[in-house]
């Protein structure tokens, strides 16, 4: 099993930055590639960005590219989302996930440990 801890959600303003920090314990050396999605309110769980643990391989949504930068630090079973530029639209739950598969890393069902969320809130 593996254990994911999120935090630095919050309310923040348009324009503003935020940086989403994910732990993951237990059986983490089994991990492949960590993810950050987003659920809005009254819609499906998206997908935001994810990078793989080895090779460094990187994604992201289209409507992050440029502001959102996810980066890891093996030493401490960590991945950050670095959010700049937010925008109202970027309000959501975000999730942490980790999946040992090796393929199709953007879609969610891939993907078998979950974090609890963290809200983020951005007012206009």
């Known amino acids: 099993q593996v254990q994911l801890v999120e935090s630095g959600g919050g309310l923040v303003q348009a324009g503003d930055s935020l940086r989403l920090s994910c732990a993951a314990s237990?059986?983490?050396?089994?991990?492949?590639?960590m993810a950050w999605f987003r659920q809005p309110p009254g819609k499906e769980r998206q997908f935001v960005a994810y990078?793989?643990?080895?090779?460094?391989?990187?994604s992201y949504v289209d409507s992050v590219k440029g502001r959102f930068t996810i980066s890891r630090d093996n030493a401490k079973n960590t991945v950050y989302l670095q959010m700049n530029s937010l925008k109202p639209e970027d309000t959501a739950v975000y999730y942490c996930?980790?999946?040992?598969?090796?393929?199709?890393?953007?879609?969610?069902?891939?993907?078998?440990?979950w974090g609890q969320g963290t809200q983020v809130t951005v007012s206009s």
């Open positions: 990078v793989t643990w080895s090779g460094g391989r990187i």
């Open positions: 996930a980790a999946t040992s598969k090796p393929w199709n890393l953007s879609v969610r069902y891939q993907y078998d440990y």
């Open positions: 237990g059986r983490s050396f089994s991990i492949n590639a």
